[in-house]
Nanobody, 127 residues
């Protein structure tokens, strides 16, 4: 039904930048909030950032606030995550996800709210 494909991950040094992309299929993309999560080896998946269906609202985890920026282009069915000032602790597999509810007005940070997930793109930050 809905398919999400992440790209843009790679190897960078601390202080560097990366821009992740998530291409979505399906007619509901422009009606639903999107989010980025990440999972480091041996740790649980954690929330990174979310953006409302229109792009008017965003929310970030405290650990990335001020460094990461989430955006979307509904005409292209794509959501982005611009990551600046990267730190070794940002190393993880990054997933994008789509909210199962249309036109949600309050962004959520729980994985239970997101029905569709990509397969992830690896981000590795060296010290």
């Amino acid at each position: 039904q809905v398919q999400l494909v992440e790209s843009g991950g790679g190897l960078v040094q601390a202080g560097g930048s990366l821009r992740l992309s998530c291409a979505a299929s399906g007619r509901t993309f422009s009606s639903c909030a999107m989010a980025w999560f990440r999972q480091a080896p041996g740790k649980e998946r954690e929330f990174v950032a979310a953006i409302s269906w229109s792009g008017a609202s965003t929310h970030y985890a405290d650990s990335v606030k001020g460094r990461f920026t989430i955006s979307r282009d509904n005409a292209k069915n794509t959501v982005y995550l611009q990551m600046n000032s990267l730190k070794p602790e940002d190393t993880a597999l990054y997933y994008c996800a789509q909210d199962f509810r249309a036109f949600r007005v309050v962004l959520t940070t729980t994985r239970e709210s997101y029905a569709y997930w990509g397969q992830g793109t690896q981000v590795t930050v060296s010290s």
